[in-house]
C-alpha cells in the first residue's frame, strides 16, 4: 500500500510538473522568433518596404502585413478576442506605412503570444475548423503558428540580405 501511494505521489507531480508545458514552450520559441521578425521590420528602411523578389511575390510590407494577420487569424481561432480596431477583411490592405507595420506587427504577437500562453491544457486536443483542408486541433493551430513565424522570418531574412541588410542578432560586434 506504501509503495502504491508513492507511486501516485509521483504520478500526480510530474502531471502537475507538466501541466502547460506545451504552452510555455511554444511561447518562448515564438517570442524568440518574434522578436528577430520585429527587428527586422526595425532594421529595413522604409523605402525598402515596397521591395519584392518578383511580380506576384510578397513586398516586404506585404509579409509583415500578412504575418499580422495571420497572427490575429489563428489567435481568435484558438478564442482570443481581436482588438476592436482591426478589420481583418481589410487588414493587409490598410497598414500603409512602415511605423503601422511596426506598431501592428508587436500588438499581433502579443495578442497570440497571450492567446498560447492561455490555451488550457484540456482544450488542446479541442477540434477547429480553418478554411483550409485537413482536420486540426488547437495544439495543431499553434504549431503552424510556429512555422508561420519561422517560414516568414527566413523570408524576410532573405529580402534583408538581398538589400544589403545584416539582420541585427547576426551583426558582428
Avoid at 500500500?1 to 504552452?23: D, P
Wanted: glycine letters at 6%; proline letters at 4%.
Amino acid at each position: 500500500m506504501k509503495y502504491l501511494l508513492t507511486f501516485f505521489a509521483l504520478l500526480l507531480t510530474s502531471t502537475a510538473f507538466c501541466q502547460g508545458q506545451f504552452q510555455k514552450e511554444s511561447v518562448g520559441s515564438l517570442t524568440y522568433v518574434s522578436g528577430h521578425v520585429m527587428q527586422l521590420a526595425k532594421a529595413i528602411p522604409a523605402e525598402k518596404y515596397s521591395y519584392s523578389p518578383g511580380k506576384g511575390v510578397r513586398s516586404v510590407a506585404e509579409v509583415c502585413s500578412h504575418i499580422i494577420s495571420s497572427n490575429y487569424f489563428f489567435a481568435s481561432k484558438l478564442g482570443a478576442k481581436i482588438p476592436a480596431d482591426v478589420k481583418m477583411e481589410t487588414l493587409e490592405k490598410d497598414l500603409k506605412t512602415k511605423d503601422a507595420i511596426e506598431k501592428e506587427l508587436k500588438r499581433s504577437y502579443d495578442v497570440i503570444i497571450e492567446t498560447i500562453k492561455n490555451t488550457k491544457d484540456s482544450a488542446l486536443a479541442n477540434k477547429i475548423v480553418f478554411p483550409f483542408p485537413g482536420e486540426f486541433t488547437n495544439m495543431s493551430a499553434i504549431l503552424i503558428v510556429l512555422g508561420h513565424s519561422n517560414e516568414h522570418l527566413g523570408q524576410l531574412i532573405a529580402y534583408a540580405r538581398v538589400n544589403g541588410i545584416t539582420p541585427p542578432w547576426s551583426e558582428s560586434k
